[in-house]
């Protein structure tokens, strides 16, 4: 089972709990990940990735064990913890201004 963490603000939108549980086959990667998310809440679609280019929003970041893997392939594979489900894959908003 893998976890992923969603923001609040897209965990409400979607009507979902802010902690997703998922199963994946195959490769455990941030595209696979976030494949799964939007077959399964189409309202997410485009709400983390661009419709065309499917590259990450830019106010979006995703972390696992305590590193920022935003800008990392979205198609690596994530860290063991991530795949064996002791760790989440996390989704987080970020902040601007100043």
């Known amino acids: 089972m893998i976890q992923v963490l969603l923001p609040h603000a897209l965990s409400r939108h979607a009507g979902i ?6 199963e994946l086959e195959g490769p455990v990667t941030p595209a696979a990940i976030l494949d799964q998310i939007e077959d399964r809440h189409p309202v997410l679609r485009g709400m983390i990735r661009d419709h065309v280019t499917r590259a ?6 995703f ?3 305590e590193r920022d893997l ?4 979205m198609d690596q594979p994530l860290p063991d913890a ?3 489900g002791e760790q989440p894959f996390i989704v987080l908003g970020a902040i601007s201004g100043g």
């Not at 990450?56 to 970041?61: A, E, G, K, Q, W």
């Open 82 to 84: 991530v795949a064996r």
């Open 63 to 65: 972390y696992a064990c």
């Open 56 to 61: 990450r929003r830019p106010y979006l970041r």
């Open 70 to 73: 935003s800008h990392e392939p």
């Open 17 to 22: 709990d802010t902690l997703l549980t998922l």
